[in-house]
């Protein structure tokens, strides 16, 4: 990719970006956000309307209906992105050839999804991820199984009773779960009931179990109590203080530590 054209893909991030966060805005609006000029936005705001990510409107745009949980839910992969990447490489050294493996939803295992697809092995992939599933289109080795059930739009996923059905019948080798927040109770919670009660699902069907959770996990809460921590294995960062270390040692939790590479 040329410099010119990364930029321009830099521009249109901002574009997106600035009109999920502000709703419908006028073209001298997203100039001023964005830096650039009024010809060089109406050129950009075409190329968006062509993808169907925006819709013009009234001399100005606005997101377009439906793309916004999907750029909800890239505004949240982008968060802790060294780290959710470390994280992913570690996990990805725990993969092994030819399992049944589940991987969730969730930003982090989407990293390693993505590491899944640039350096594929033969494995057996079930989710309940949409935006998961997609990584793995046209990848030779990979046998991918989707989750039915209840669409959960705010992460793209697929939960409910369906869902827990399907889990029923089938073992995995290897299930990857993230986890919304790390209680400090040492538990995992999720912001969404039916989302935790499939997590409950994924780890009984399960041998090995890995939460993929970076530091900032870590003493948050959601609403809904998944399981204890140390029901899994864990893989999270080195950006994780020495308090939640020595809690980790009193739980008894089989901890990985992902070193993360040096900041470009």
Known sequence: MTQGAGLKTDRLDLIRS???ANGFSTIQDI?????ASLATIRRDLQVLQQDGAIDRIHGGARIAEGSAVELAFQEREKRQLSAKRAIANAAYEQLSPRAAIFLDAGTTVLQLAKL???NPIPLRIFTNGLIVAQEFLNIPHLNVVLLGGQLRSENASLVGPQAEAMLEDIWFDQLFLGASAIGADGAIYSVDSAEASLNRRMLARS????VLADASKFGTMAT????PLKSAKLITDTNLTPHWRAQLGDLCVDTIFAEQGPKS
């Open 31 to 35: 100039a001023d956000a964005v830096g």
């Open 207 to 210: 041998a090995d179990r890995f």
């Open 224 to 227: 809904y109590r998944v399981a």
């Open 18 to 20: 600035h009109l999920y």
């Open 116 to 118: 899944i697809r640039i």
